[in-house]
């Protein structure tokens, strides 16, 4: 009696340790899965960053190219301004002679 209670409680230890390697193979499966679906969703954040980075390099050279031609363009302004203050000063030089020469005429 005693080896056949022996053996019906190694059979049964047995049966436990295969339910218990069978849930560990499961959960081991699941795992694995999980662990892919978190590489492939590093790796596209890997590639989003990378095209994010090559955005960011090409819209700093973009952002130089523009600061460059406005101060271009603030340049030619501040000459134009300059330029027109010179013809305004001319134009009022002139309009005064014009007047002047008006005026000795008559007087």
């Known amino acids: 009696m005693d080896v056949e209670k022996a053996?019906?409680?190694l059979l049964e230890q047995q049966a436990q340790i295969n339910e218990q390697q069978g849930r560990f193979n499961?959960?081991?499966?699941?795992?694995?899965?999980?662990?892919a679906q978190f590489e492939r969703g590093l790796n596209?954040?890997?590639?989003?960053?990378l095209v994010g980075m090559k955005m960011l390099v090409k819209n700093e050279?973009?952002?130089?190219?523009?600061?460059?031609?406005?101060?271009?363009l603030i340049e030619a302004q501040m000459r134009t301004e300059a330029r027109l203050d010179r013809t305004d000063a001319r134009f009022e030089r002139l309009m005064a002679a014009l007047l002047q020469k008006r005026t000795n005429g008559r007087g």
Do not use: V, Y
Request: glycine share 4%.
């Open 7 to 9: 053996i019906h409680f």
């Open 44 to 49: 596209g954040l890997r590639k989003l960053m």
């Open 61 to 72: 050279r973009a952002q130089a190219r523009t600061d460059a031609a406005l101060s271009a």
């Open 26 to 35: 499961e959960q081991q499966a699941r795992l694995k899965e999980e662990q």
